[in-house]
């Protein structure tokens, strides 16, 4: 494997104020972690959302909201009142030295604060503010509630996911909330590239629901290729013509599988050979095969097959089977699972995170990505309320301990 | 009309299917030009997306489909036969042009084909090559293949969506793309700002299995600090109720409403005219709503029957309260929010004609995303080769003939 | 049988001034039976300050002693007689409760300390209220309220910064002490009632006085740093002091914390001062708040203090008429609908307002009655409380050991 360095990070002579919600940690975290100063502006006495669960030993506490602890690695914390004058004023000064600007309040929200992008693009010309709302700053829209059930139902995934017999479902953890927080991230740093060019700071508009509309592959497809509406179709998926399984019982769970012209059925088909198993499967010309012309009673007798290959196996002896010979066959992996998966063991995915107020050191998933400079990593756990009020009011901007104190009381920070 | 972001950055996509491709796709729309590297049709090595439905009105063929459209937009498409000596050549040129090569074969294959990154740095010492195979560049699983749809399964998100009384589900689709693409396009433009710095490129591993675990974190937390692990959860929510997916009138048309606080309770009482309901003493707190969740859910959904899903969310969101159609294809295509961000936007095909794809839920204001349509199979061949590479005429004929692009 | 929360409960009560009668007027006002011990050769000295009903002097006369006993029965004894303490013991055996605030050392005198007590009475609840405590080096100090308050910090906290130190004119110990008092009381009370136990409380003016001054005293300890005073300022908000209004010597307080300067400045018609920069933020208001109390001070001038408290009231913003007096008694329409203040029947001194509780008890609201002529209730306490004959009781009238 080839070593990562940890050099300087392009990335770490930047600020960024971050008074994001659920649907933008993801965006600070991912900058924090590649090496950004982010600093998480929350109101004095924390986030809201420091009271989603789950928590840490199950204590419901702000400072062991394990949601909150995932998502907001690496950053600073300051606490500050920004509907105060005192507030602005200081959110102002931050912002004459910031490069990003992440948040999530309601459309016009900030305007009535005198806090708005052009407001703020005049303190600092360059300024990259991004704006992360249910369904975006402007439209028929704007003024509605967002949940995550809403983006996912609004985003069209929810359309296609559960039994025709049931109500659409959406995933037990929340998704849309991570996949506004990356997909802003993305677009983030694809205005900054423009900045590094041209000098120019801008707006961006995040919809959290349009971020969903990449998942409901493939409803939109099917209505712009053949006037098709999908549905649900329980434990099958779409494709064209066929219904497939993605997924086949074995002896302890689920596996999934699914047909694959080439090589990776060839050697399955060997692999179930050698256990005297094959049928179907076994009759199919491989290299030849075009999906196409299959019929749906072929991929059931494929599909039957397999199941009843694996069903005399566990997960981890097929999976184990399957990586030695490169097949294409893989467990359905609950978190239990996942901890425990050799493969992220072998890469070192999982990063020890010291929390010295829980005495503690916790286990977090690692960064997303690996880089040969090796500037992506998890930094330092989430911040406490406020941990860098000090480092930041008082070091970087000269109050003194009497003013803070004064600020303090006065509900500021 | 807008600026353009990524203008001058130079992309080589060897990628197959969503992840690669997709990430492409964004650095396109944004200005990027993107050359997608593909076998010739006769080496049956194109990207088998471009055999995967649907097709346009269901004829099938290599340049009809809307899947392989969804991912390949903004693209130029270049056929090149790497099995040949002087298609290699000619793609150490592509190596050489490029700022970034992208791609997502399973691990080995890159250098099997002699273009791992150690071959890279010698045509083109700052070059970015960014990887992303299913499980990463190392590691046991590191050759074998998968798709979204296995990856969904194996990072345990399939697990987590179904009725905890019947096996989970997932999405019937590989979710676990719509996850990667955007760390990939974040990783490559930090690696371009990187080299602007200090001169040099680097590689860039990206599992997806990894990236997808990420969309995991609290579950992850909630096992490894308290021990418990996750499983599928209907459409409940711990924390509110009611909280769901409810029927309306029409044909398998449904709203889904979510009440997190006892103040928005009673505002969705008020609107939907039930006064009983809202001092009914089983529901006025969350606790009491969870409680009689079940019977709940009945009564919200003995309103819901009576009206459309429409009708059902203006009225609930006029009381300040989520709730949302659940949208298929053609509402997705309606809906008039989207139409105003200019969500779907049309491109013009040589072969498909006029059609719309997805471009993101980003609005820039300086430099907004422009969508370009797929290429069709080695459409762009000869444009690359004379107008990017600056082939001579001469040198492209000699390649033609010897079928580097295509078959004889 | 006196009704209200606390009947059946009995107080013997050797208290005397007002912090010690405060607590058992709270005590009687709301069902207890008090026998307060007075002595013509030492009489409670609250019966000899002024005023006077009706500006004539008279042991029974005296309002600060008819507000301070409501209730209770006044039992003349003489401790000092031969007599004198078997009385007193006596009495103790059929009370729930003592409670005394002589200085220390003297019911150790009498042989009336806790141990002896529960001697007669196992169960006896013993309240000691001092100024300093019943044990330490400065124990036997002569303290009153006035240089316990000095003592406990408070004169040094209020005041000018630029002037001496001057506290309250009123020995204000004296009125914090009953509250933590009767608390302590009631749980001791309580705790009887489940395990059949008594027990001592001794609590004093000084420390229950620091507790009001707890914040200054950590940050002290944690800090070391010393407060000091401020004159009407706060820390954390501006405006906030008092301002002089129309009339003679008529103020309004006003306070202003950081959400309410919009309000306020609307109030005052938002003149174009208020919307310069340095009053825009709390630190700005902070850093030129002599300005902007003269500002404010040119605006509340030209209003009378209740115009001033009622417009800022109406916006939302705290203020409040300094009252006095007459403001109390007779104008502030609020204490009356609080009904504070009760008519009590007196035989020598009529009809008077008394003060009830600052709290009120919906189902056993207090009653009060009339504070006791002294010696008033001997006879009744003797032969229905103590069960004596007439004749036992004749032949201690005879001995002298009610004077």
């Known amino acids: 494997?080839?070593?990562?360095?940890?050099?300087?990070?392009?990335?770490?002579?930047?600020?960024?104020?971050?008074?994001?919600?659920?649907?933008?940690?993801?965006?600070?975290?991912?900058?924090?972690?590649?090496?950004?100063?982010?600093?998480?502006?929350?109101?004095?006495?924390?986030?809201?959302?420091?009271?989603?669960?789950?928590?840490?030993?199950?204590?419901?506490?702000?400072?062991?909201?394990?949601?909150?602890?995932?998502?907001?690695?690496?950053?600073?914390?300051?606490?500050?009142?920004?509907?105060?004058?005192?507030?602005?004023e200081i959110f102002k000064r931050l912002v004459k030295t910031a490069h990003f600007v992440f948040e999530c309040f309601p459309p016009g929200y900030m305007d009535s604060l005198g806090l708005d992008y052009q407001v703020l693009a005049e303190i600092n010309p360059g300024i990259i503010m991004t704006s992360i709302t249910p369904f975006g700053q402007m439209g028929p829209y704007s003024n509605y509630k967002g949940a995550d059930i809403v983006a996912l139902a609004m985003g069209g995934l929810m359309q296609l996911c559960g039994y025709p017999d049931r109500a659409p479902l959406r995933w037990g953890l929340e998704q849309s909330w991570p996949q506004a927080g990356a997909q802003a991230a993305m677009g983030t740093i694809i205005a900054h590239y423009h900045r590094l060019v041209s000098g120019e700071g801008q707006h961006v508009d995040v919809s959290v629901r349009d971020c969903m509309i990449w998942s409901a592959y493939p409803s939109p497809q099917n209505w712009s290729m053949v006037k098709k509406i999908v549905g649900r179709t329980g434990f099958t998926a779409p494709r064209g013509h066929l219904n497939l399984r993605l997924n086949h019982r074995c002896k302890d769970g689920y596996v999934a599988w699914m047909p694959w012209r080439?090589?990776?059925?060839?050697?399955?088909?060997?692999?179930?050979?050698?256990?005297?198993?094959?049928?179907?499967?076994?009759?199919?010309?491989?290299?030849?095969?075009?999906?196409?012309?299959?019929?749906?009673?072929?991929?059931?007798?494929?599909?039957?097959?397999?199941?009843?290959?694996?069903?005399?196996?566990?997960?981890?002896?097929?999976?184990?089977?399957?990586?030695?010979r490169g097949l294409m066959l893989w467990p359905m992996n609950d978190v239990k699972d996942l901890r425990e998966m050799s493969q992220l063991l072998a890469r070192h995915f999982w990063v020890d995170v010291e929390h010295p107020e829980l005495n503690d050191t916790v286990i977090y998933p690692g960064p997303p990505v690996k880089t040969g400079e090796g500037y992506w990593q998890i930094r330092r756990r989430a911040p406490l309320i406020g941990e860098h009020n000090e480092e930041v009011y008082k070091g970087e901007l000269g109050f003194s301990e009497s003013q803070l104190v004064v600020l303090r009381q006065a509900g500021v920070i | 009309m807008g600026k353009s972001a990524l203008e001058g950055v130079k992309v080589v996509d060897l990628g197959v299917t969503v992840t690669a491709p997709l990430a492409c796709k964004i650095l396109g729309m944004y200005g990027a030009t993107v050359v997608k590297v593909e076998g010739p049709p006769h080496t049956l090595r194109f990207d088998p997306l471009r055999m995967y439905p649907p097709f346009l009105d269901g004829i099938a063929g290599v340049n009809r489909s809307g899947s392989f459209a969804e991912y390949n937009g903004s693209t130029l498409g270049i056929t090149i036969d790497l099995r040949q000596p002087r298609g290699?050549?000619?793609?150490?040129?592509?190596?050489?042009?490029?700022?970034?090569?992208?791609?997502?074969?399973?691990?080995?294959?890159?250098?099997?084909?002699?273009?791992?990154?150690?071959?890279?740095?010698?045509?083109?010492?700052?070059?970015?090559?960014?990887?992303?195979?299913?499980?990463?560049?190392?590691?046991?699983a590191a050759a074998q293949p998968g798709t979204g749809l296995q990856l969904q399964s194996a990072s345990g998100l399939t697990h987590l969506l179904g009725w905890p009384d019947r096996p989970p589900v997932g999405s019937p689709n590989a979710y676990t793309d719509y996850i990667g693409p955007w760390y990939l396009v974040i990783a490559i433009i930090a690696a371009l700002e990187h080299r602007m710095r200090t001169g040099k490129g680097q590689w860039i591993d990206m599992s997806q299995l990894e990236a997808a675990v990420t969309f995991l974190s609290p579950a992850v937390l909630d096992y490894t600090t308290n021990?418990?692990?996750?499983?599928?959860?209907?459409?409940?929510?711990?924390?509110?109720?009611?909280?769901?997916?409810?029927?309306?009138?029409?044909d398998d048309r449904w709203c889904v409403i979510a009440v997190f606080t006892d103040e928005e309770w009673r505002a969705f009482c008020q609107v939907i005219g039930n006064q009983e309901l809202a001092h009914d003493p089983r529901f006025e707190t969350i606790l009491g709503r969870k409680e009689n969740e079940e019977e709940l859910n009945r009564l919200v959904e003995s309103w819901t029957m009576g009206h459309t899903p429409e009708e059902v969310m203006a009225v609930v969101?006029?009381?300040g309260v989520p709730a949302g159609v659940v949208l298929n294809g053609r509402d997705l295509?309606?809906?008039?929010?989207?139409?105003?961000?200019?969500?779907?936007?049309?491109?013009?095909?040589?072969?498909?004609?006029?059609?719309?794809?997805?471009?993101?839920?980003?609005?820039?204001?300086?430099?907004?995303?422009?969508l370009g349509p797929p290429p069709c199979l080695g459409e762009h061949t000869e444009y690359v080769c004379r107008e990017i590479l600056e082939l001579s005429d001469k040198e492209f004929v000699e390649l033609l003939n010897e079928g580097i692009f295509g078959a004889l | 049988m006196k009704k209200g929360?606390?009947?059946?409960?009995r107080v013997l009560d050797f208290t005397v001034m007002a912090a010690g009668p405060l607590v058992t007027k709270f005590l009687s006002d709301h069902g207890a039976e008090v026998i307060k011990l007075e002595s013509t050769v030492r009489p409670d000295v609250i019966r000899t300050f002024i005023p006077f009903a009706g500006g004539t002097p008279g042991i029974n006369r005296s309002i600060t002693f008819a507000e301070g006993n409501t209730g209770k029965y006044s039992f003349r004894l003489n401790l000092s007689h031969p007599l004198g303490i078997d009385i007193a013991k006596r009495l103790a055996s059929c009370c729930d409760i003592v409670v005394e605030n002589f200085n220390p050392g003297v019911m150790k005198k009498h042989g009336l300390t806790y141990d002896d007590l529960t001697k007669i009475k196992s169960d006896v609840i013993m309240v000691s209220m001092s100024g300093l405590g019943q044990s330490g080096p400065h124990s036997r100090h002569r303290n009153i309220g006035l240089s316990i308050q000095a003592l406990a910090g408070i004169n040094h906290f209020t005041g000018w910064p630029d002037r001496a130190p001057i506290g309250y004119s009123i020995p204000y110990p004296d009125v914090i002490i009953p509250w933590f008092a009767l608390l302590a009381l009631m749980a001791a009370v309580d705790y009887r009632k489940?395990?059949?136990?008594?027990?001592?409380?001794?609590?004093?003016?000084l420390e229950t006085s620091l507790h009001f001054l707890a914040p200054a005293l950590l940050d002290y300890t944690a800090n070391g740093r010393e407060g000091t005073r401020m004159g009407n300022r706060c820390a954390y908000a501006a405006p906030h002091g008092v301002y002089r209004c129309q009339g003679e010597d008529r103020w309004c307080a006003i306070e202003v914390f950081n959400d309410d300067w919009p309000s306020f400045c609307k109030v005052l018609g938002n003149p174009a001062w208020s919307k310069e920069p340095q009053f825009a933020t709390l630190l700005g208001r902070k850093e030129n708040e002599e300005e902007l109390d003269r500002l404010v001070e040119d605006w509340t001038a030209k209003r009378s203090a209740e115009e001033v408290m009622s417009l800022m009231q109406q916006a939302g913003v705290g203020a409040g008429v300094v009252q006095n007096a007459e403001d109390i008694a007779d104008k502030d329409p609020h204490f009356k609908y609080r009904q504070f203040y009760q008519v009590v029947e007196h035989p020598e001194i009529g009809a008077y307002e008394c003060p009830t509780a600052s709290f009120k008890l919906s189902k056993t609201p207090c009653e009060l009655s009339p504070a006791p002529c002294l010696g008033e209730h001997n006879e009744y306490v003797c032969t229905k409380i103590l069960g004596m004959s007439d004749k036992e009781f004749s032949e201690l009238v005879a001995s002298g050991v009610f004077e």
């Open chain 2, 88 to 140: 290699m050549e000619l793609m150490c040129k592509l190596v050489t042009w490029c700022d970034v090569l992208v791609e997502n074969f399973s691990a080995g294959t890159l250098k099997r084909m002699g273009l791992d990154y150690d071959e890279l740095v010698k045509l083109n010492p700052d070059i970015i090559l960014a990887m992303t195979a299913t499980a990463g560049e190392t590691g046991p």
């Open chain 3, 194 to 205: 489940r395990t059949g136990k008594g027990q001592y409380i001794d609590v004093t003016m």
């Open chain 2, 317 to 319: 969101q006029e009381a």
């Open chain 1, 1 to 88: 494997m080839i070593p990562e360095k940890k050099t300087e990070s392009p990335l770490a002579s930047y600020r960024a104020l971050d008074l994001t919600d659920e649907n933008g940690f993801l965006c600070g975290k991912i900058f924090a972690d590649l090496g950004m100063d982010v600093i998480k502006i929350e109101k004095p006495g924390g986030d809201a959302a420091r009271r989603l669960g789950p928590f840490y030993h199950d204590i419901p506490d702000p400072e062991k909201s394990l949601y909150w602890l995932a998502y907001n690695t690496s950053k600073r914390s300051i606490t500050l009142n920004i509907e105060s004058p005192d507030g602005q």
């Open chain 3, 5 to 9: 929360a606390l009947e059946g409960l």
């Open chain 2, 227 to 250: 021990g418990r692990v996750l499983h599928a959860q209907g459409n409940s929510c711990p924390y509110a109720a009611p909280h769901g997916a409810y029927r309306c009138q029409g």
């Open chain 1, 262 to 324: 080439g090589e990776v059925t060839k050697k399955l088909v060997e692999y179930m050979g050698e256990e005297g198993v094959g049928g179907s499967l076994r009759e199919t010309d491989w290299d030849q095969v075009n999906m196409e012309e299959v019929n749906q009673e072929q991929i059931d007798r494929w599909q039957d097959d397999i199941e009843r290959f694996c069903l005399n196996h566990t997960k981890a002896e097929l999976h184990n089977e399957v990586m030695k």
């Open chain 2, 333 to 370: 295509y309606e809906d008039p929010q989207l139409k105003l961000r200019n969500h779907f936007q049309n491109v013009f095909h040589p072969e498909m004609g006029t059609t719309y794809g997805s471009t993101s839920g980003l609005l820039l204001s300086k430099t907004p995303c422009r």
